[in-house]
C-alpha cells in the first residue's frame, strides 16, 4: 500500500492542480478504497490539499503568473464571510442550498465549453466584482462546509475570468481552510502520519510541476476542458452528499 498511496497522490494532485485545487474531494476516497481509515484518509487529504496548494502557487509567484491585484481582494473577503455562512447554515436547510450550487456549477460548466471565439476570458475584472466574488464564495464555502476554491473558480469563471488566470487565484484560497481542519484532527488524534508522509511529498512535487505544465504546455482549450471536468466531479459530489 505504501507504494501505491505516492502514484495515487501524485496523479490526482497533478490533475486537480491544474485547476488550482486541492485533491482532497477525489484522494480521501481513493485512499479509503486502499484500505486507509476514513478519519486517516480526510485528514491526509486536507494536508495534501494545503501542501499543492502552495507548491502551485509558489510555482505560480515565481513565475511571476500571480496576479495579487486579482487575488487578494477575493481571498481577503471570501475569509472574512465564510464565519457568516457558516452562521446562516444553521437555519437554512444544506440540501436546498446544495442542489442550488449543483445548479449554479452545471451553468457554469455550460458557460465555459461555449466555443473560444464566442467565450474568450477576461484579463482583469474592477475591484469590486473581485470583492463581491470573494464575499459570495466565503458565504457559500461557509454555508455549504466546502473548501473556498472548489467556489471561488466557477464565479470568476461565470464573471468572465481567464481560466489560466482564474486557476492562479484559487490555489492560495485552499490553505487556510483546509490547514485549520487538518489542525482540529491532529488534536483529536485522527492522524496517521505515515500516510501524510507518502501522500504530500508526491503531492508537493505535482502541484509545481502542475502550474508549469497547464500555464507553459496546455493550451487555452485543454485548460477549459479539464475545468469543466473537475468542476462536473464536484457537482457529482455534490449530488451524492446530499441525496
Given at each position: 500500500m505504501n507504494i501505491v498511496i505516492p502514484v495515487v497522490s501524485f496523479t490526482v494532485s497533478f490533475v486537480f492542480a491544474l485547476c488550482g485545487l486541492g485533491s482532497a474531494i477525489a484522494l480521501i476516497p481513493i485512499l479509503v478504497i486502499l484500505g486507509v481509515p476514513f478519519t486517516y484518509a480526510r485528514s491526509a487529504g486536507l494536508f495534501v490539499n494545503v501542501v499543492t496548494t502552495l507548491s502551485v502557487t509558489f510555482y505560480n509567484i515565481q513565475s511571476g503568473f500571480f496576479k495579487p491585484k486579482i487575488a487578494l481582494p477575493v481571498i481577503i473577503s471570501s475569509i472574512a464571510f465564510a464565519p457568516i455562512g457558516a452562521f446562516v447554515s444553521i437555519s437554512i436547510p444544506s440540501k436546498i442550498v446544495g442542489f442550488a450550487f449543483v445548479s449554479f456549477l452545471i451553468f457554469v460548466v455550460i458557460t465555459t465549453t461555449l466555443p473560444i471565439g464566442r467565450f474568450k476570458g477576461k484579463e482583469k475584472i474592477s475591484i469590486p466584482i473581485l470583492i463581491f466574488i470573494g464575499a459570495l464564495s466565503g458565504f457559500l464555502s461557509g454555508l455549504l462546509g466546502v473548501g473556498?476554491?472548489?467556489?471561488?473558480?466557477p464565479l470568476l469563471l461565470l464573471?468572465?475570468?481567464?481560466?489560466?488566470?482564474?486557476?492562479?487565484?484559487?490555489?492560495?484560497?485552499?490553505?487556510?481552510?483546509?490547514?485549520?481542519?487538518?489542525?482540529?484532527?491532529?488534536?483529536?488524534?485522527?492522524?496517521?502520519?505515515?500516510?501524510?508522509?507518502?501522500?504530500?511529498?508526491?503531492?508537493?512535487?505535482?502541484?509545481y510541476l502542475a502550474g508549469y505544465v497547464a500555464h507553459r504546455k496546455l493550451k487555452l482549450a485543454t485548460v477549459r476542458k479539464i475545468l469543466v471536468t473537475i468542476l462536473l466531479l464536484i457537482a457529482v459530489r455534490f449530488i451524492l452528499k446530499f441525496l
Open positions: 473556498g476554491g472548489g467556489v471561488i473558480l464573471f468572465g475570468m481567464n481560466p489560466k488566470i482564474a486557476i492562479t487565484v484559487t490555489p492560495l484560497s485552499v490553505p487556510f481552510s483546509s490547514l485549520t481542519s487538518f489542525i482540529t484532527y491532529v488534536h483529536l488524534g485522527g492522524v496517521d502520519w505515515e500516510v501524510i508522509v507518502f501522500a504530500s511529498i508526491p503531492a508537493m512535487i505535482s502541484g
